[in-house]
């Protein structure tokens, strides 16, 4: 079993719909969970990181992590062309990073 | 821009040969990490480097090495290259050691023929 799994996608959505993309982990030991954004051929952009449970809000962006089911999400709202990327999902613990595989995500205009 | 620095953007070498990849990290911060993301594993950590000490270790392969130097830059060895190797290779860099913060340079695309 993989530390972390992500819904692979693709996701296809008209502009200005609300996306959620999703990931869940297996090691409740886990301490921080981050999003990052990552467009064809560049490195990866951090979105956000949180480390509790519940919602965390950054602009159009919300990252929501339960604990107890070991689930975390993002939601980006009004979502835009511009937001057409590979999003990955990020865990760690300490002393390991482990990153989702990735959901493409391609907003239609 | 994340102000992350990798050299060179592009690299094609043939099977039993050894590369290095460089990493310039952030102003300002410490620590230094190695991904490899290739179509098939996604973004794979293999080591991280804090204040020119290893921190942490992945799936780093006994065939690669790193080094982190005292003006914070570091170096990603591969040697004995197989045709698998060929990936992107991504540095990151944080100002801590938790990892959480992590800004990624642009890769270095190696190619394996």
């Known amino acids: ?109 | 821009d994340s102000g992350v620095t990798q050299t060179p953007k592009h690299l094609i070498t043939a099977t039993g040969q050894r590369v290095t990849l460089r990493c310039s990290p952030r102003s300002g911060d410490l620590s230094v990490y190695w991904y490899q993301q290739s179509l098939d594993q996604g973004l794979q950590f293999l080591i991280q480097y804090y204040n020119g000490e290893e921190r942490a270790k992945g799936n780093i392969l006994e065939r690669f090495s790193a080094q982190q130097f005292p003006d914070l830059h570091s170096e990603l060895n591969l040697s004995s290259l197989e045709l698998g190797d060929s990936a992107l290779y991504f540095c990151a860099s944080s100002v801590g050691d938790r990892g959480h913060e992590q800004y990624f340079g642009p890769g270095t695309r190696l190619t394996v023929t």
């Open chain 1, 1 to 109: 079993q993989k530390e972390v799994e992500q819904d692979p996608g693709p996701l296809s959505v008209p502009e200005g719909a609300i996306v959620s993309l999703n990931c869940t982990y297996s090691n409740s030991a886990f301490q921080y969970f981050m999003w990052y954004r990552q467009y064809s051929r560049k490195g990866p952009e951090l979105l956000m990181y949180t480390y509790s449970s519940g919602n965390k809000e950054d602009g159009r962006f919300t990252a929501q992590v339960d604990k107890s089911s070991k689930y975390i999400s993002l939601f980006i709202r009004d979502s835009q062309p511009s937001d057409s990327a590979t999003y990955l999902c990020a865990i760690n613990t300490g002393n390991q990073f482990y990153f989702g595989t990735g959901t493409s995500l391609t907003v239609i205009p």
